[in-house]
């Protein structure tokens, strides 16, 4: 069953189709991380910083209970019939519908393949067995930039479901921009599993959750509709995570071409006005979030050639002093040997092996080692022969201890950190200034 791919209709050139500003925007950042030669994603990891790409679409996660009308608000939402409405829980999982050049449904590991962020439910026995992916060619609205995810219906009692299901809900609430919360004024709205899963959601994303009264239309007269109301606002407010002021829960229902008139207010348009507002959001925070890697990437190059530059400081200064004990090590037993020799030999002997020059330049240089070495009574000579010997092999190890370098980067290296720190600081922000503009003057 994983990794099957199932064709549906033909294909749709996405060339022949409009493309919104925001999403254009959306793409051609995400390019800007990905691209193999340039991105962002690659010339971090150089650097060894973990980067994201930021997706080109948010991510709606729907729940409630059984036939609380979510695939049936998708449908509306996409203006095709994407998603089966009415299916048995014991035969529903989790399905993936998002946008596409072509109508095509996936399963198993062709939706992590397609889409890797998903990835980590490879962790979550069971789930892929039970994962799919529909793909609508549709643009209407705003789904081009929309991922919906549909969850099974949630129920009370002794169903047990062929995976975890709290658990990769919770899951897919940490990845997603929004959660709708469907309660369905006929069916199971407040059964503890549904309730017990929204309050540990709302703890962590709470600024995601919004609660609605679906298929309010169903629910009867007014008075029968505010009683539903009540009710489940009553339930819900005894969670302490849920008890907070200004809580709000709209009425909606999907119109229908044979729909009877209804005095009920339908407020499903918000939920589009919501979506249209988390996009914007989720630009503006793209844009943003580019700026924040483009300077995270230059002060990270900015602190290696910093870094480099203290490191073949220290290293001139390693050598310097390396040099100095060495040559100390290496002219005091030299020194000495010298004035023994020239102290073995008479004048004669030094005048013939080196001319009187050379002879009388070697007397001059070694007189104050001699009038050194005669001050010294001859009984300790041998000491302080060996305390010269000593001396000279501590210089020679002090010079090989302090002629330890640090690693510094080639000039290629460098080469490349400060055209990276160029590409960076100017052709991705001068990108950036101009996907600003063009998002503020749509």
């Given amino acids: 069953m994983s990794g099957k791919m199932k064709r549906q209709g033909g294909n749709v050139s996405g060339d022949s189709l409009m493309v919104s500003t925001n999403e254009k925007i959306l793409r051609e950042i995400h390019n800007l991380y990905v691209d193999t030669d340039k991105g962002l994603v690659p010339i971090a990891e150089s650097l060894k910083i973990k980067l994201l790409a930021p997706r080109k679409k948010i991510t709606i996660l729907l729940i409630g209970n059984h036939s609380a009308g979510k695939s049936t608000f998708i449908n509306w939402y996409v203006e095709e019939h994407v998603q089966k409405t009415g299916v048995a829980i014991e035969t529903q999982g989790f399905t993936i519908v998002t946008s596409g050049k072509k109508r095509e449904s996936l399963t198993g590991n062709a939706t992590l393949h397609l889409y890797p962020h998903f990835k980590p439910l490879q962790e979550l026995p069971g789930v892929i067995d039970y994962l799919n992916t529909e793909i609508s060619t549709s643009k209407q609205k705003k789904f081009s930039l929309v991922t919906f995810v549909d969850t099974p219906g949630l129920v009370d009692g002794d169903m047990k479901y062929p995976f975890d299901a709290d658990q990769t809900i919770l899951w897919l609430g940490d990845l997603a921009d929004l959660i709708f919360v469907f309660f369905d004024p006929m069916g199971q709205a407040l059964c503890k599993r549904t309730l017990d899963l929204v309050e540990k959601l709302n703890n962590a994303h709470g600024d995601r959750m919004r609660f609605y009264l679906s298929k309010a239309d169903e629910a ?223």
């Fill in 220 to 442: 009867g007269h007014e008075s029968d509709r505010q009683r539903v109301l009540m009710q489940i606002v009553q339930e819900l407010c005894k969670r302490p995570g849920l008890n907070k002021a200004g809580f709000d829960m709209p009425t909606i229902y999907v119109p229908g071409p044979q729909s009877k008139p209804s005095r009920c207010v339908n407020q499903i348009e918000e939920i589009c006005k919501d979506i249209e507002r988390t996009i914007n959001h989720t630009v503006q925070n793209t844009l943003n979030s580019l700026e924040k890697d483009c300077e995270h990437i230059s002060s990270e190059v900015d602190e290696r050639l910093y870094s480099d530059r203290l490191n073949s400081s220290y290293n001139l200064r390693a050598r310097v002093k390396s040099f100095s004990f060495l040559s100390i090590g290496l002219l005091l037993p030299i020194i000495l040997l010298f004035n023994f020799f020239a102290s073995s030999v008479t004048m004669d002997t030094l005048r013939s092996a080196v001319g009187p020059t050379g002879a009388e330049a070697i007397h001059a240089y070694l007189v104050p080692v001699r009038e050194l070495w005669d001050s010294v009574p001859p009984g300790y000579h041998v000491y302080v022969t060996g305390a010269t010997v000593a001396l000279a092999l501590v210089a020679l190890l002090l010079a090989r201890l302090a002629s330890r370098t640090r690693s510094t980067l080639s000039r290629k290296q460098k080469r490349s950190l400060l055209e990276k720190r160029e590409y960076v600081g100017t052709t991705i922000r001068n990108q950036k200034e101009s996907l600003y503009s063009e998002y503020l003057n749509q």
